[in-house]
């Protein structure tokens, strides 16, 4: 049994980063070398300098969608609304979402409100065991609640990441997304962040430099962003998310000249090593499917060799990957990458979702 006070570490507020680099590829890339275990600081942008010819990358191209929605009731209260995801269609032609409402103890089934300037009517329809609503929209104008997301909605920030200033809101709609998001999969209530570090020069120098690319989608929730409560990791019960992995991306997770498979995020590793539980060779079609996997020490790893990361929050499953994967099959990656981030914090490196990167080879 692993205790998660191992997970503990004390994280400076003022090393938060609360907004992104000038440049993408301009924040710190802290190199860690798990053969030689030896540490270099670098910058995001001297990335292609640590792959090779024949390396994929692997990224999620998850798109971030304005989640988050402000409306009244028909009483008049204000209403905060978190969209999670659509689950289906209603009878009379609308959507219905699975959502996050607040103030929730005073929206019980059947509470109406409007939101996106009037532009949905919603109406709770019944409470989950999480805590999340299920609600029923009707939409005007002919917008979907997605359109109508986009146009009034604002981008589903982190906590920790304080917001008073309208620009810095509307920095966020640019830049808390990957410029490979792809438009039509709003999937996510949160970034991939270790993705936001590049650019399209910086993806033009890697595949000139001749490193594929494959692209999977992980529809990113808001567990990401839930501590670790229970005593041990053993004990905790993660949260489930869907994965997309198209047919020609399993192929490329069978190099057959070799090469190295380099995941872009946790979000990737998670979807790859899911899908490898349970398949070793390609299916041929796209493969979709739920994950509730939690990735940990010990854990042996099947399709990632590589990978690129950001600085996470003390006792996030988010940690407890990175230390999987700095000793696969082993629990002594937990004692160094303590060690690693404490050597960070001391550098000085930004954290969290806008904060600096790091490369495990």
Same mark, same amino acid.
């Given at each position: ?5 191992r997970f503990d570490y004390?994280l400076?507020p ?7 680099a ?8 802290l190199?860690?070398d798990?053969g030689?275990? &030896?540490?270099s600081?670098r910058?995001? +942008? +001297?990335?292609?300098?640590?792959l090779?010819?024949?390396d994929t %990358? ?8 304005p989640? /988050? ?8 209260? #204000? ?6 995801? #659509? ?5 009379d032609?609308? !959507?219905v979402?699975e959502c996050?409402v /607040?103030?929730g ?6 509470t109406a409100f ?12 019944g409470?989950?065991g +999480?805590?999340?609503? *299920? ?7 002919g ?6 997301a ?12 304080? /917001?008073k200033d +309208?620009?810095?809101r509307?920095q ?7 410029v ?5 999969r709003q999937?996510?209530? @949160?970034?991939?962040?270790a993705?936001? $570090?590049?650019?399209?020069g910086l993806l033009? #120098?890697?595949?000139?430099a001749?490193v594929? &690319?494959?692209?999977?989608?992980? $529809?990113?929730g *808001?567990g ?5 409560t229970?005593?041990?990791? !053993?004990? $905790?019960?993660? $949260? /489930? !998310?869907t994965y997309?992995i198209p047919? @020609?991306?399993?192929? @490329? *997770?069978?190099?057959p000249?070799g ?9 990737t590793?998670?979807s ?33 060799d590589?990978?690129?990361?950001n600085f996470?929050q003390?006792r996030?499953?988010?940690?407890? %990957?990175?230390?999987?994967?700095l &000793?696969p099959g082993?629990s ?15 550098s000085?490196y930004?954290m969290l ?5 790091m490369l495990?080879?």
């Amino acid at each position: 049994m692993i205790s998660t006070h191992r997970f503990d570490y004390r994280l400076p507020p003022e090393l938060i980063a609360q907004s992104p680099a000038e440049r993408r590829d301009g924040s710190r890339l802290l190199v860690v070398d798990r053969g030689t275990r &030896t540490l270099s600081h670098r910058m995001f +942008d +001297d990335l292609p300098g640590f792959l090779r010819a024949g390396d994929t %990358l692997f990224r999620n191209n998850a798109s971030v969608l304005p989640a /988050r929605l402000h409306g009244r009731r028909a009483t008049g209260g #204000k209403v905060e609304c978190l969209l999670l995801r #659509k689950t289906g269609e209603s009878p009379d032609g609308g !959507e219905v979402w699975e959502c996050l409402v /607040r103030p929730g103890r005073r929206l019980p089934a059947g509470t109406a409100f409007e939101a996106a300037e009037g532009a949905l009517s919603g109406t709770v329809t019944g409470v989950l065991g +999480d805590g999340s609503v *299920l609600v029923r929209f009707a939409t005007r104008g002919g917008e979907t609640v997605a359109q109508a997301a986009n146009r009034a909605g604002e981008v589903p920030l982190p906590p920790y990441l304080a /917001r008073k200033d +309208d620009s810095l809101r509307e920095q966020d709609r640019e830049r808390y997304q990957t410029v490979y998001a792809e438009r039509g999969r709003q999937v996510a209530v @949160a970034a991939p962040t270790a993705g936001l $570090h590049f650019t399209a020069g910086l993806l033009g #120098k890697i595949q000139a430099a001749g490193v594929r &690319t494959a692209d999977l989608t992980l $529809h990113v929730g *808001l567990g990401t962003f839930r501590p670790i409560t229970t005593e041990t990791l !053993e004990a $905790h019960a993660i $949260h /489930r !998310e869907t994965y997309e992995i198209p047919a @020609a991306t399993q192929t @490329a *997770l069978f190099p057959p000249l070799g090469g190295r498979r380099i995941a872009v995020g946790t979000t990737t590793v998670r979807s790859i090593e899911d899908f490898l539980s349970s398949h070793e060779a390609p299916l041929g079609r796209a493969h979709v499917a739920d994950t509730s996997l939690f990735i940990h020490p010990p854990r042996a790893f099947r399709g990632v060799d590589a990978l690129v990361t950001n600085f996470h929050q003390p006792r996030s499953t988010l940690l407890c %990957l990175v230390a999987a994967f700095l &000793t696969p099959g082993s629990s002594e990656g937990v004692d160094w990458l303590m060690d690693i981030y404490s050597g960070a914090i001391s550098s000085h490196y930004r954290m969290l979702s806008y904060g600096d990167a790091m490369l495990i080879l």
